[in-house]
């Protein structure tokens, strides 16, 4: 054995020599799949977390957790004020805001599997008396006027075929003066038909427009623009974690959803990356109902 060669549990160790010729030879590869601001483990996961993750599903879960915070601080609502969840996915963030901030949540979605998933949540949760969960559509609230005190949207007006009808019926159920939290992807530059129609099918949207054409759409509804946030870099790599989880649970995938489900998606995810990449922008936006005159 050389002199500088150790054995631990039988296993030789490498000499320093074979160490720096591991980063001389495969430095650059390391900064390409670890980062290269440094050559050591990031934080990706905040040391104090209650729950650290090891997964990069967990990590996703923790980064649309922090989102969710995001939008409560943003939004703000008083204790005992009522909110709309317009679009409320599977119920975790009407939940969490309800939780927060001691308001009460009245969430709907146009999905009758998310709607199920909502109660299983809302079952034993802390906050789960002051929320309810309803089949509905946004673009036809089946709400009276003026019912709520404030309201939010996340990734919901995007799906939407007419989101100026979508941003008018928040307007009529909002009581005067309340605010409208929403998310929204707009389109920059020019992309190819291909990479547009790999968005809007693995989304269910119709082509994204400009981020003028939404403002002037929030105008023309009646509300008044109070905040608008760029957003664009969490959506970009959100975009590029999903494509790695899909090929990383290819065959899970396929054994729930069948090779039909694979064939008609792989096309899809080059594009899909490359339109995410090159041309959407994310915004976060805060708009207000004018007070009554």
């Not at 601001?37 to 649309?64: F, K, S």
């Not at 008018?168 to 005067?176: F, G, I, S, T």
């Not at 309340?178 to 989304?203: I, S």
């Not at 105008?219 to 623009?225: K, V």
Request: charged letters at 25%; hydrophobic letters at 40%.
């Amino acid at each position: 054995m050389a002199a500088n060669e150790q054995s631990v549990n039988g296993t030789s160790a490498p000499t320093p020599e074979e160490v720096g010729a591991m980063y001389d030879q495969f430095g650059d590869l390391l900064a390409m799949t670890l980062g290269s601001a440094a050559v050591h483990i990031g934080m990706l996961v905040p040391h104090d977390a209650r729950t650290p993750v090891t997964t990069l599903v967990g990590l996703a879960d923790l980064a649309q957790d922090r989102q969710t915070d995001f939008f409560v601080d943003t939004l703000r609502p008083q204790p005992g004020s009522h909110v709309l969840d317009i679009g409320c996915g599977t119920g975790g963030p009407a939940l969490r805001l309800a939780e927060r901030t001691g308001s009460r949540v009245t969430g709907i979605t146009v999905s009758k599997g998310q709607l199920a998933r909502c109660e299983e949540r809302r079952g034993g949760h802390p906050a789960g008396e002051r929320v309810d969960f309803a089949y509905g559509n946004a673009m036809e609230l089946g709400h009276p006027d003026a019912a709520f005190d404030a309201a939010w949207s996340i990734d919901c007006l995007p799906h939407l075929s007419d989101r100026p009808q979508g941003l008018r019926e928040a307007l009529r159920v909002l009581k005067p003066g309340g605010h409208l939290l929403f998310t929204e992807f707009t389109v920059r530059g020019t992309p190819t038909e291909e990479e547009t129609a790999a968005f809007t099918k693995l989304w269910t949207c119709p082509p994204l427009r400009s981020f003028s054409t939404l403002v002037g759409e929030v105008e023309e509804a009646g509300f008044r623009m109070a905040r608008a946030q760029d957003m664009t870099a969490n959506a970009v790599l959100s975009s590029e974690l999903m494509a790695v989880l899909y090929a990383d649970r290819r065959a899970e995938i396929e054994e729930r959803f069948g090779k039909e489900a694979l064939a008609a998606t792989d096309p899809l995810m080059g594009p899909y990356r490359e339109f995410c990449r090159d041309h959407v922008n994310y915004h976060l936006v805060l708009v207000r109902k004018p007070d009554a005159a």
